[in-house]
């Protein structure tokens, strides 16, 4: 994996180890915005992500809300990330 991640699922302290089972690929990008998050962190980022998908895909004004957050998201990544580097 030339510019790829390994996420270790499970903490170490309980049981996480490099086993494949317990580690998942990923790209640069998806890192980024996983930061820390681990495990069940990790499960309920992506799960929440299945629910918001949704919404923005119904069209409701739930999910309307929630591509105006991700757009304000994105530019205060931008912005951080300008003061970081
Ligand atoms: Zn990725």
């Given at each position: 994996m030339a510019h790829g991640r390994l996420i270790i699922l499970s903490k170490k302290g309980k049981?996480?180890?490099?086993?494949i089972e317990n580690c998942l690929p990923s790209c640069l990008l998806c890192n980024r915005l996983r930061w820390h998050r681990k495990g069940k962190d990790l499960r309920d980022l992506i799960f929440f992500g299945l629910i918001a998908r949704d919404e923005i895909k119904k069209k409701t004004v739930l999910g309307r809300k929630i591509v105006e957050l991700k757009n304000k998201r994105i530019v205060q990544n931008k912005k951080r990330r300008r003061r970081i580097e």
């Open positions: 049981g996480g180890s490099k086993d």
